[in-house]
């Protein structure tokens, strides 16, 4: 069980940024975070995620159109911005990522909205890995929605084969640029017990 200083990392003391320090974060950094974050479960291990880092000024110069005027300066400020999307063909990789059975991903090829359904599904679940491993690796993340997802896809997936899911702007995070912390739902009235 991880102590109290590494849950505070992960959930209770994270916050989601708003705009970053100076602070680079190296390309052997996105890799370890990617190196932790693939071994979260999919279904069928069928692992859809696909992340475009734009670390660079021309690649983040792409991305500015598409983003909503309050999603801007934070987005500039950020030394990476990712963008988390789906492969909708994901099926394509079943004899490395299921080998002991790669028929079952037969079903995919037959029925688009099936594969489409579980793609989404399963990336956002691997969304989810990737703020913690980020996290875990020291990291402070900034999530967005507020984006024109079908500029972001004609820009960064024009092929059609991936698309956007949401951002997330990684590095240092600035803490005079936090807004205060929100309540969340008591046990009451987000869960019951069967």
């Known amino acids: 069980m991880l102590d109290k200083a590494g849950m505070d990392a992960l959930f209770s003391g994270a916050r989601s940024h708003n705009g970053f320090l100076d602070w680079p974060v190296p390309e052997a950094l996105l890799r370890e975070l990617y190196d932790l974050l693939k071994w979260g479960p999919t279904s069928a291990n069928c692992s859809p995620q696909r992340i475009l880092f734009l670390a660079s000024p021309e690649a983040k110069a792409r991305l500015l159109p598409a983003l909503s005027p309050g999603n801007v300066a934070k987005t500039e400020s950020a030394p990476v911005t990712c963008i988390l999307g789906y492969d909708r063909r994901f099926y394509e990789h079943a004899e490395a990522l299921f080998p002991h059975n790669p028929g079952l991903y037969d079903s995919f090829t037959r029925d688009e909205g099936h594969a489409e359904t579980t793609a989404f599904r399963n990336a956002t679940l691997q969304a989810g890995y990737f703020l913690l491993a980020a ?19 004609e820009t960064f997936f024009p092929d059609g084969r991936c698309r956007v899911n949401f951002l997330c702007n990684l590095g240092q995070g600035d803490p005079a640029r936090l807004f205060g912390r929100l309540p969340r739902l008591a046990f009451e009235q987000a869960c019951s017990v069967l």
């Open 135 to 153: 996290r875990a690796l020291g990291l402070d993340c900034g999530p967005m929605s507020g984006f024109d997802e079908a500029l972001v896809n």
